[in-house]
């Protein structure tokens, strides 16, 4: 499929999509949030970073802030980067080449497609802490993604202790019948984990209340496109052919809090079954996205969770924290997953992670965003193959789980869009239905 036969990128000058409220309501109230944020918390955050140059740095921060929102809510061009990070230069390359397919057009909120432009902003969001010396690193959405951990601990506990029981009957019973069965399971849990996402919300308050395990056979009619059997037949035949031995099984995750849970509860299975020796959780290299996983976030959630007074919790927490710290369980961060560009450009960009990912038997991608950078973020007709959207991308057998929360989606049959817009006019976009889809890729026999 080449570049000319492409449907045109989602992008906010169509005011009849959701790119439109993305960029003019969305995205201010995320803005406004962290403003919100930095003052009522100015003292503590202060009191950490250290003195009077902290208290200046936090002030030009919230400046940045309040003028980054001003120039999304006119319209403004976007600006090269100015920080010092490694990226700077792809990210202004990506800039110059987007301004030169623009025919010298500059790239602007409501103007230019919409992926590139929100991930441009989660980048400026970061060179604005970057720009400081003691708020260097400093989380601005740290403290949201730890509140929507602890605010599902009723769901975390009902799930943690269902897990452990499943684990125990793994143990005593391992058949191919029991294997499959709790695998279809632990796939939808982490698949309507996903649900549980702060950007969407735009920074409200967003966490899970109660065991998705008591809600999957009422959500299983939600999943529109539903895989879930050729992504378990691909892992199965990857053992057998391994001689019964189980390979490697990487995750691009997605959120974190509740949906990390889920995320990690999976992984766990996937190695107890047998489906999987290595797991590589592949996370954001900066904040992003307000929920996405950072290295620190997936640190913070262990350590949070072995500290809470329940057995399964610090339980599940004892032994992923082990899983680590042997290597069976590797976290990887790579600047790829926070650059604009969607994952058919990613051989060419960064050769070296598209063949560590062909390393894999089987690749997890979590989430709208990964979703959306998969298909490249266009105007595709709903019923295109999901193997021909992701335009050559395949460096192994993969399946994305996702909800719905932007308007694009394929893979779906005839008949079958137009239904659901009758009867749920938001179907696209208001996360209540999903997809678990699949690609067969370059089937992995290494």
């Not at 994952?343 to 060419?348: F, L, N, P, R």
């Amino acid at each position: 499929m080449n570049e000319s036969s492409l449907p045109p990128p989602l992008s906010a000058k169509y005011t009849d999509s959701f790119a439109f409220p993305t960029m003019k309501d969305r995205i201010p109230v995320i803005l406004s949030k962290i403003v919100d944020h930095l003052n009522r918390n100015r003292d503590a955050i202060i009191k950490e970073h250290g003195g009077d140059s902290s208290r200046e740095e936090l002030k030009s921060l919230i400046g940045s802030m309040s003028q980054l929102r001003y120039e999304v809510m006119t319209n403004k061009s976007a600006a090269p980067l100015r920080d010092s990070r490694a990226d700077v230069p792809l990210w202004n390359a990506e800039l110059a080449k987007e301004v030169e397919k623009q025919n010298g057009e500059p790239m602007k909120w409501f103007d230019s497609a919409w992926l590139w432009m929100e991930c441009y902003l989660y980048r400026r969001i970061y060179e604005a802490v970057l720009l400081g010396d003691k708020l260097r690193g400093f989380d601005v959405f740290g403290d949201q993604k730890q509140a929507a951990f602890l605010n599902s601990y009723k769901a975390i506990s009902t799930l943690t202790m269902c897990f452990l029981e499943v684990l125990q009957t793994l143990e005593e019973t391992k058949t191919d019948v029991e294997v499959k069965k709790y695998f279809l399971q632990f796939l939808q849990v982490s698949l309507w984990g996903n649900k549980c996402d702060l950007s969407i919300s735009a920074g409200h308050e967003n966490h899970q209340e109660n065991c998705l395990l008591e809600q999957l056979t009422t959500l299983k009619s939600k999943v529109l496109i539903d895989e879930a059997e050729e992504a378990f037949q691909i892992l199965h035949t990857a053992c057998i052919s391994r001689g019964g031995q189980p390979g490697r099984v990487d995750f691009v995750l997605d959120n974190a809090g509740f949906e990390l849970l889920t995320d990690l509860c999976l992984a766990e299975f996937l190695v107890s079954a047998g489906l999987a020796s290595r797991i590589h959780f592949h996370v954001k290299a900066i904040p992003w996205f307000v929920s996405d996983v950072t290295e620190q976030d997936l640190m913070w959630t262990l350590k949070q969770m072995s500290s809470m007074n329940h057995l399964a919790i610090s339980q599940l927490s004892h032994k992923w924290r082990s899983r680590l710290q042997e290597g069976s369980w590797v976290v990887e961060v790579n600047d790829f997953w926070t650059l604009p560009n969607d994952y058919s450009q990613m051989k060419e960009l960064y050769p070296k992670l598209y063949a560590d990912l062909g390393n894999a038997d089987f690749i997890f991608f979590k989430g709208d965003l990964n979703y959306r950078k998969l298909v490249g973020d266009l105007k595709w007709d709903t019923q295109t193959d999901f193997s021909d959207s992701l335009r050559g991308f395949g460096p192994a057998p993969l399946c994305v789980l996702r909800t719905l929360k932007s308007d694009v989606v394929v893979g779906l049959i005839a008949g079958q869009a137009s239904e659901l817009t009758r009867t749920d006019k938001d179907w696209m976009i208001n996360g209540e239905w999903a997809v678990i889809s699949v690609s067969k890729g370059t089937l992995n026999s290494s």
